[in-house]
């Protein structure tokens, strides 16, 4: 995935900075690795705009939200750093501020009604259906934000909206029409599939040694946690039938079923008591920790985990890595109990030695030779191979391909209609794909996929056009940056 993520970075960029804000809710990632200028909170200046140290905080989380949504609970600080996410983030905000440059220039505007007319559309602001301004700033508030700062990114949103709007080109018929016999081209073809599988390797030991010398430092121990724990079970509050029903009363837009319909008093009870219980519970836990702090009481047990095996929600691993030697974290709830925890010590990751890492050593060097042998036998068959053939594959005849997934075969139709010449070879993963066009025609016009093409043509123009006014506009446009990253 990281290498995908990497090889896609630069489509990524433009389809995910001209996405509208989706940072409510998302929270605040901090990087701690970058040094500013002599200007106090900017970070850079694009024309007469100087960029904030708060603008990029937002950009950066955004981004990291994003990605976190991509990759699921895999992702973390580290996979952020391998995919330079701090880059991406300022590369994104300089040419946010360009296009908000150009739309200026153009004499572009966005009214308060416009930026009024997108906040209500907004669900984390309403209450009952409707817009709460309460609700609203309580939510910035979370976030770190104020409305006037929430409605400039609004503000910024919509411009570049518009100034997307002005590349936008509706192709005629005639070209959807030929563009789609291009793009469904048919082939008849000859292919066959090479594995890792078809080839033998043998391992000399000095050679082995060798690879791990110079790859030794791919070969690391995990990061670990010494930490001390306490926990502590869940309490009941003995909540009155008063007590609950004021919990209802304030609270029962809270209580809500999976259709968004709120429960009624006697639908909520059960999760009302559980929440008083978990409210009750809490206050002693607080407790408890500043009792920690004070060295007034012990934790339950001693352990150490790596990084990976932390038995927590990846919200709370995160903030346990974040702790200072000694740092206590305060109580957090999981599994019915809080949970207080407290880093005695962080074990940095280091170079294993051979012996070590030979296990893995072996597999990464058995691998790497069958890849180099696989690669050879593909050369050395490609003139004469016999294999499956495959009558009128276009690029959705993934199906066609028997002997790889939905995704591979995808894959390999994609390197094959890119391809110029009429045999070749495909590398799709750790498989290798032979193949020979031996006949090809244009495809017959089929009009229920003009929404598809007219997809894939607006796609390739507005990145196209977009990509080329941004080089345009940084070369007349003074950008100065105040930001450099510590080596």
Known sequence: MITWMQR?????VITIWISTIAFVGAGFVGWGSYNYGTKGGVVATVGDKEISVEEYSREYSNLYSQYSQIFGASFNKELAEQLRLKDIAFAQLMQKNLL?????????????????????????????????KNKYVAILQQNRMSPQDFENSLRNSIMFQKVQALFTIEPTANEIENISKLLFLEDDITYKILTLDDVDVTIDENEL????????????????????????????????????????DKFKSDYKFD?????????????????????FTKKEALSLYLKLKKSEDNFDKKVTYSQNKIPFLAENVEKIKELKKDEILKPFFENNRFYIVKLVKTNPSVNLTFDEAKTK???DFKLSLKAKKLDELAQNSLKDFKGNDAVGVNRASAAKIKGLNEQEAIEFLGQLFASSTKDGIAKVGSKVVLYRVNSSKMASYDKAKDSFVLDEIKQVQNSDLLSNLLKKLENSIAIKTLMQTKE
Do not use: R
């Open 209 to 248: 040694k060798k690879y791990f010398d110079e790859n030794q430092n791919s070969y690391k121990s995990e990061v670990s946690y010494d930490l001390e724990i306490k926990e502590f079970a869940l309490l009941s509050a003995n909540a009155t039938q008063e007590d609950i029903q004021n919990h209802f």
């Open 100 to 132: 908000m440059s150009y739309g200026s220039s153009l004499g572009l505007i966005v009214t308060d009604e416009e930026i009024a007319k997108e906040l209500i559309n907004y669900e984390e602001f309403k209450v009952d259906g409707k817009f709460n």
């Open 361 to 363: 050593v072996i597999e």
């Open 8 to 12: 896609h970075k630069k489509w990524l």
């Open 259 to 279: 259709d968004g319909k709120i429960k009624s008093f006697e639908e909520a009870k059960e999760e009302i008591i559980k929440d008083l219980d978990e409210n």
